[in-house]
């Protein structure tokens, strides 16, 4: 299993390979991958649609309607 960190990248776009690797591209690379972890913040849902607008098998879910995901600000209080 190779793994691979880019650190400071920014996401131009994602795509599903033949064999259902996501692929995501950032800054002249391809990076395939099996799994995503998404650390981008107040722009994780930007990625998100990326990946889920690129995945064609979601069209037999939910009647073949996709569905942008939102992003809502909420107010935290961490305090014990």
Do not use: F, P, W
Request: glycine share 10%; with cysteine.
């Amino acid at each position: 299993m190779r793994r691979t960190l880019a650190l400071n990248s920014s996401v131009v776009g994602a795509s599903i390979g033949q064999n259902g690797d996501i692929i995501i591209e950032s800054e002249g690379m391809h990076l395939m991958c099996d799994i995503v972890v998404n650390c981008a913040g107040l722009h994780a849902h930007a990625i998100a649609n990326m990946i889920s607008m690129a995945d064609t098998k979601q069209d037999s879910v939910c009647g073949g309607t996709r569905i942008a995901l939102r992003q809502y600000y909420v107010k935290g209080n961490y305090t014990d």
